[in-house]
């Protein structure tokens, strides 16, 4: 994840603790029971995105001590171009719901002014251990199948 949080780092204005590429442009259209109750939830009138609009395909969220940052990046060979930071969070002002399986990680990010946007991140995506899965912990996130008992 440090290489992740150098490629964030001078875009933002304080120390990044984690970082991560995300997507949503697949979130809403899979098998995921947290996806499905987000689509009921905007069905009765939760907003998805808000100020600017929705997040970009590709999402790269960073971590500082008071905000989650969210960027449009562009995947390169080696390493990540960041285009422009997109949305900004006060982190005490966020709560973060997850899903996991076996391969992907699935997570909705809602903000108290009523934003929801849903993500996701391959839990296999680096060799050594599960960084999706130590970044959604730094957040705070909510096992989702833990809400339902």
């Known amino acids: 994840m440090a290489r992740l949080v ?86 005490d002002e966020v709560s973060v719901l997850a899903e996991y399986t076996s391969t992907m990680v699935y997570f909705v990010i809602r903000t108290r002014s009523g934003e929801s946007h849903a993500l996701e991140v391959s839990a296999m995506s680096a060799p050594a251990g599960r960084p999706a899965v130590e970044f959604l912990h730094l957040l705070g996130a909510v096992d989702y199948r833990a809400t339902l008992e």
């Not at 790269?60 to 995947?75: M, N």
């Open 6 to 91: 150098r490629t964030v780092q001078p875009y933002c204005a304080e120390n990044i603790v984690a970082a991560m590429p995300c997507s949503r442009g697949h979130a809403d259209s899979t098998g995921s029971s947290l996806f499905a109750a987000r689509k009921k939830e905007q069905a009765s009138g939760l907003r998805s995105g808000g100020g600017l609009g929705a997040l970009p395909e590709d999402v790269f969220l960073a971590l500082g001590s008071r905000w989650i940052y969210a960027f449009d990046y562009t995947p390169k060979l080696v390493g990540f171009e960041i285009k422009e930071r997109v949305a900004c969070w006060p982190k």
